[in-house]
């Protein structure tokens, strides 16, 4: 496997090839080596760090259900291990003072619970007694992996994230969930301070297809203190779980968080980039996303994003070329500063305003907008031309969209779906607008509360709601609302070839997306993608 090793950073990306990478350096807030503007406080190096996340295509073992002796493990996790050491230095010399690296990226994927054996160290509890594995590699033996991190940390002078396996060994009599081999396996996230001190581990909760690993007992919610930021850590699908990711940032007060991941895409909606800056959005918080960077698994899709100013750097190869990236920002310690006047996702006093006035309403049907646009003689009124398609296993209701401006209506259950537009439509291309109130079943359950405004993959209506990568309609203007049950939505616009459009185009406010001016590239879908824990 070849792994050209390429730093990316923000004021590089402008002069790579749009088409190819899906690096879109001209949504991107700041670059790396520029100060954004805050509003909290004028004292601005203590308002912000320098993160770095990297994306990386991971040497796989071969055959993953055959089970190595621990030489050979640490042979085959060495080789990783490599690559991150070189991307800690590159990040270390470009000022970054945090890394965070994906999950599974030191073995791979597609073990056996008997075959991931020999990739695991017993990995002590950092609050019971503290351990720096550099200075002291033999106080836990057997724990190679453990003190590479930790003196790739100290040697870079860099905080060191990353995913490994923790084996912990429980009594089968005194404890009833222990395994009946007598000890746990967890997917197990660490971090190491930039002097080699190991500063906290995460047992990931909500598992995806990983009989290797174990459930914990009871979910963990894990936050470390580095350079006067404290961040809450977590795995890949706990992400779309409230416990522990929300519960981190709401009971904790988390704003900064680290976030490995091995992410499988799914469009139209859960594509990593798409989801990851949605959370980021919906909870107000920076996300540190790491994926890794797999044809196969159709993995790829990276970024740092910071509340409602979305992604200040992120990356999506969908042609697979690349091989790993590494991705570096300047990032505000509390995202939250950016709710003033002054915030670039606002409509300033000096632009053009089109309020959407206050909706009236007929039980479900349509709304009436009382603005001049509801006048217009080109405007659609769609209401009852309906029909059901299906994404990820979940049967959408979905009406379809006319070119020009319309206003359309859609409900499932008791969710009704609004959506105000004006697009020009190129030929061959159709769109659709859906809704969806229920329990997804596919790889859940988890409850859904989802407003969909997709382009269809074809001319049928069974294909509205499958993946599609590319478009050539542009919207003017874009109004999506709902009447969500739950307070937990999370906004989403995405472009041609699987990009981000960027939030200064865009606003997410009181659950509904609002685009006055326009999306200057065409769409491929938008989202407000409710998720009602309670019913899960």
Known sequence: MSLPMTVVFLVFLASLAPSGSGIRAQDLKFTANERPSRCCDNDLEAQEYVAAVYEHDVFVVPDPHRVRSRSSALEHMGKNLKVFEEQAKAASK???????????????MGFTRESIFPFLEEIPDPLEKPWNPCLHPDLHPNTEVLNILSCMASNNRIVVVANMGDKQNCSIKQDPHCPKDGHYQFNTDVAFESEGLLLAKYHKYNLFLESQFDTPPKCEHVTFTAFSVTFGMFTCFDILFKD????????????????PTAWMNALPLR??????????MGENVNLLSANQHHALFKMTGSGIYSGQSGALVYYH?????????????????????????????KITD????????????DNNAIPILLNEKSQSPTTNFIIEDTFQSK???????????????????????????QLDYTMSQKEGEVYAFGAFDGLHTFNGPYYLQVCTLVKCAGDSHSSCGQAVTLASTTFSSLHMSANFSTSYVYPEVTTDGVSLAPPREWKYEAQAITSRKGISKPVVSAALY?????RD
Request: proline share 4%.
């Open 530 to 534: 409710g998720r009602w824990y309670e």
């Open 94 to 108: 470009e000022g970054a003072q945090i890394i965070v690296f994906p999950e599974d990226g030191i073995y791979g």
């Open 271 to 280: 594509d990593a980039i798409q989801y990851h800056q949605a959370w980021a």
């Open 244 to 259: 522990p990711s929300v519960e981190v940032v709401e009971k904790l007060g988390v704003r900064n968080v680290v976030f």
């Open 350 to 361: 000096t632009e053009e305003r089109n309020h959407y006035s206050e909706q009236k309403t």
């Open 317 to 345: 190869d969908s042609d697979w070329s690349s091989g790993g990236k590494l991705l570096i920002a300047r990032v505000p310690t509390d995202p939250t500063c950016y709710r003033d006047e002054n915030y670039c996702n």
């Open 391 to 417: 994404i990820e296993g979940d049967t959408y209701t979905f009406t379809p969209l006319q070119n020009g401006t319309g206003h359309v209506s859609v409900c499932d259950n008791t969710l009704c779906c």
